[in-house]
């Protein structure tokens, strides 16, 4: 394995802070919008959002110091344990702002922040490591989509409601998007490394499937969202469609030239997240 590849703007991964910040923003601005705002609190919200986000990337590798299939440079398990224990203070870090959020906000809070940040460490650290049993695209459209915006919205609102449940979805979506992008770019390796992804147990052209599949709802929730009033202005969404077809081009293409992947969903995301967010604005 090459080191380059554990170098650490490399696994800090900041193309994906837009999942943070688009998910914590999309909460934000559904309580704004129905009269409950408070800069320092929504401050405060995606501090801790960007910090839990920068800390699930940092563990991300860890696990493979594990697997016997990989072939390590020393360099590269020495960077790779700087980032796990980097990774940790920033998820400690981030659960310091979230004990203060609890104490202003109500225990609800408690419980949908413990269950985040079990979910952060159970990515890829056992025994759960749910990223090798085929279940990270499922769960983290709850963890790291319905339960950031709904916490975020909590913090401001003190209260849950069923319409932001819904909100929460097209971009709850597109965060289990963006992982199967990184499942179908990492397929060859994963498979080859015996990482039970998603991806490599249904096979990728099944996951391509899938990934067409998750876009499709994306979009088609944004105009449910419109016709049923949750979102009057849902339809401004539809300008970020042009953004997502780079991502699909690249899926018919061979492992080498695919690996933009999950870098070109991360920038629809954003796109799609900027829009989201100005129609809930409007």
């Not at 989509?145 to 819904?166: N, T, W």
């Not at 994963?190 to 998603?198: E, H, M, N, Q, V």
Request: with cysteine; charged share 10%; proline share 4%.
């Amino acid at each position: 394995m090459i080191a380059e590849k554990y170098l650490f703007r490399h696994a800090l991964r900041p193309f994906s802070f837009s999942v943070a910040l688009i998910v914590c923003l999309t909460g934000i601005l559904s309580a704004y919008r129905e009269g409950f705002g408070d800069p320092f609190l929504a401050s405060l919200i995606l501090v801790a959002g960007l910090l839990l986000q920068a800390g699930v990337n940092l563990i991300n590798d860890y696990a493979d110091l594990s697997q016997p299939n990989l072939q390590l440079s020393s360099a590269s398990q020495q960077q790779i344990r700087f980032n796990f224990n980097l990774g940790l203070g920033c998820i400690f870090f981030a659960a310091v702002i979230g004990c203060y959020l609890i104490a202003v906000s109500g225990m609800l809070l408690l419980l949908i922040s413990v269950i985040g940040i079990i979910g952060a460490l159970g990515y890829t650290l056992e025994p759960v490591n749910y990223k090798r049993r085929g279940l990270a695209v499922f769960l983290v459209f709850w963890l790291m989509g319905v339960l950031m915006v709904s916490g975020a919205y909590y913090v401001l609102a003190k209260e849950l409601s069923h319409s932001v449940f819904l909100i929460s979805i097209p971009v709850s979506l597109f965060v289990s998007l963006l992982l199967l992008s990184n499942e179908l770019r990492d397929f060859e390796e994963d498979t080859a490394a015996g990482i039970k992804t998603l991806t490599v147990k249904i096979g990728y052209a099944r996951a391509s499937q899938l990934y067409k599949a998750l876009l499709t709802c994306i979009y088609l929730g944004c105009l449910a969202l419109s016709i049923n009033g949750s979102v009057p202005f849902a339809l401004v969404i539809f300008l970020s469609i042009p953004f997502v077809i780079k991502p699909l081009k690249l899926l018919a293409l061979d492992p080498e030239s695919r690996q933009p992947i999950t870098k070109a969903t991360g920038r629809s995301f954003l796109i799609f997240g900027i829009c989201y967010c100005s129609a809930l604005l409007i």
